[in-house]
């Protein structure tokens, strides 16, 4: 079946390869109970995603690229000028969320009151209109998947929360942008690029999956993508690229995907960028996709 951007994501502008897909949340926004970083000391907190996504900003102007930037509603409501200025320079603005929830914690309603407060916010920041979504930590899955009825009831066209990967999705998820249908309307569900390696599907589009890996590794994954007719999409938050990243004491697994091989990222995600073509999720030519299903 032929799969098309929704029209209220398409963009006047040349198709792209691939997408890349920034979350714009603070360093502190750690899914999990963690002390140190509960929602009741985030405002106590040491501030950094103003500094950082203005360095992911400075990076794709030179690359001429654009992206999708999946802000969350908290940060829109207190840096509002920061969402204006990726609005300015040309890029999509979706919701991550109001209070960087993962979905399969909330019920259908409160995941709804989640949504629609970030929308105020990102509206009120200045986003003519959103129509895209991100779920932290990919948790729109096999426990969640009522949440894509909730996104159509709302007027969201695209999702980008379903990672083909065993910790956080399913494998079985198609690899490829495809149409998802529910009883509110159809959804543009977009996943990330994974790779299979080492007898397992690791998430070589984001994370510690596309930190530990070479540009050259990554690149070449994407023409592969590219050569049967998929397009690869790269998503990074703008903490992974802090020149000075505050840290606190979190559990292994955590630890290991916030903090594992921050050193030198921000150099290896500019050679990817230089190396390869990236738009915004609606600049993505996918109207065939092909792959796995």
């Known amino acids: 079946m032929s799969v098309r951007p929704p029209a209220s994501v398409v963009k006047t502008v040349a198709p792209r390869a691939n997408a890349l897909t920034i979350d714009v949340e603070e360093w502190f926004h750690v899914c999990g109970p963690v002390d140190a970083v509960a929602f009741e000391r985030w405002p106590s907190l040491r501030s950094r995603v103003v500094e950082t996504t203005r360095l992911l900003l400075d990076d794709l102007d030179r690359a001429g690229a654009r992206a999708t930037f999946f802000v969350v509603g908290w940060i829109a409501d207190r840096h509002p000028e920061l969402v204006a200025e990726i609005v300015a ?19 259908p309603d409160t995941f709804r009151e989640d949504l629609r407060r970030s929308v105020v916010a990102l509206t009120a920041a200045g986003v003519p209109a959103v129509r895209a979504f991100r779920a932290p930590e990919w948790s729109i899955n096999d426990r969640s998947l009522w949440g894509l009825e909730v996104l159509a009831s709302e007027g969201f066209a695209v999702d980008a929360s379903m990672a083909p990967v065993k910790l956080v999705g399913n494998v079985a998820y198609p690899r490829q942008p495809h149409s998802r249908p529910t009883g509110s309307g159809t959804i543009l569900e977009v996943p990330p690029l994974v790779a299979d390696r080492f007898g397992q599907v690791i998430p070589l589009g984001w994370g510690w999956g596309l930190r530990m890996s070479s540009p050259r590794r990554v690149l070449s994954a994407l023409e592969t993508v590219n050569r049967g007719g998929v397009p690869g999409v790269l998503t990074v938050h703008p903490w992974e690229i802090d020149p000075d990243p505050p840290r606190v004491s979190l559990p292994p697994r955590l630890w290991f995907a916030h903090y594992f091989r921050l050193d030198g990222f921000r150099a290896r995600l500019q050679t990817i960028l230089r190396g390869g073509e990236f738009g915004a999720i609606g600049d993505l030519d996918i109207a065939q996709p092909h792959g796995r299903t």
């Open 89 to 107: 320079a040309g890029h999509e603005v979706g919701s991550h969320g109001h209070l960087h929830q993962r979905v399969y914690e909330l019920q």
